[in-house]
């Protein structure tokens, strides 16, 4: 069975972000919470994930934490206050540089996998991996030996397979990140990425066929429409 993982949007409208936080549980296994997407101010990954929970309590929830803006005793705070709301799933991240204050750089999420696990060993942590990178860099990360690890650039790349069989072969799970183009995000998407890394809801079946031998699961994302990500949702139930 692969998780089907919905990216949650971290909306300031509290009633809003409740609403299609429902929408995201009811379609998904998994929901995934971003922390300031591009260095830009939003509500925290870290509370919204429990206003989540404490709403949906059968909710599954992947907590994005941004290391570029906190330090070491600031990751175990916020680490232990989200296990105690029952949230154990994290994905570190360096994040993008902020766009409002100066960044702390106190940690990588590299280093941030010891310093978790020498408090918590029972924690689902994982890391990001972009296939742009060199192998050699790309297997120093899985060496990590995070518990999850998510491919967020490209969506399909020549070193998918062998990326595939090293993450599996230590018993860790590897998603892939789609981002999904619509009419609606169409303007906001092509600024920050190359058209090449998104895909269209039309071509969805095909990409998901492409890939899934090779994953345990897929993040759907479309910012700024949401009625295109339940679609996508929708969709792939049919092929996952």
């Not at 941030?112 to 120093?140: C, F, H, M, Q, W």
């Not at 090293?166 to 990140?177: C, D, E, N, T």
Request: charged share 30%; proline share 5%.
């Amino acid at each position: 069975m692969k998780d089907i993982i919905a990216e949650l949007t971290p909306y300031s409208n509290k009633e809003k972000l409740l609403r299609y936080a429902k929408d995201l549980i009811e379609y998904s296994d998994i929901i995934d919470i971003p922390d300031a997407p591009l260095g830009m101010p939003s509500p925290s990954s870290s509370i919204i994930s429990c206003l989540v929970k404490d709403k949906f309590d059968s909710a599954n929830i992947i907590t994005n934490l941004r290391l570029l803006d906190i330090n070491r005793l600031n990751l175990i705070n916020t680490i232990t206050a989200l296990k105690m709301n029952q949230i154990n799933n994290f994905l570190l991240v360096r994040g993008d540089l902020p766009q409002v204050g100066n960044k702390i750089d106190d940690i990588t999420p590299d280093e941030a996998i010891d310093v978790i696990r020498s408090k918590y060993i029972d924690t689902n942590l994982g890391l990001l991996l972009n296939l742009n990178k060199p192998i050699r860099e790309i297997n120093d990360r899985i060496e990590r030996r995070a518990s999850f690890y998510l491919i967020t650039r490209p969506w399909f790349s020549e070193k998918l397979e062998e990326v595939s069989k090293k993450v599996k072969g230590q018993r860790s799970k590897l998603y892939l990140y789609f981002v999904l183009i619509t009419e609606k995000n169409r303007e906001f998407l092509l600024k920050h990425l190359p058209i090449e890394e998104l895909i269209q809801i039309e071509k969805l079946e095909e990409a998901i066929q492409k890939v899934e031998s090779y994953v345990d699961g897929i993040l759907f994302s479309s910012p700024m429409d949401h009625e295109g990500l339940i679609k996508s949702l929708k969709i792939s139930h049919k092929f996952i």
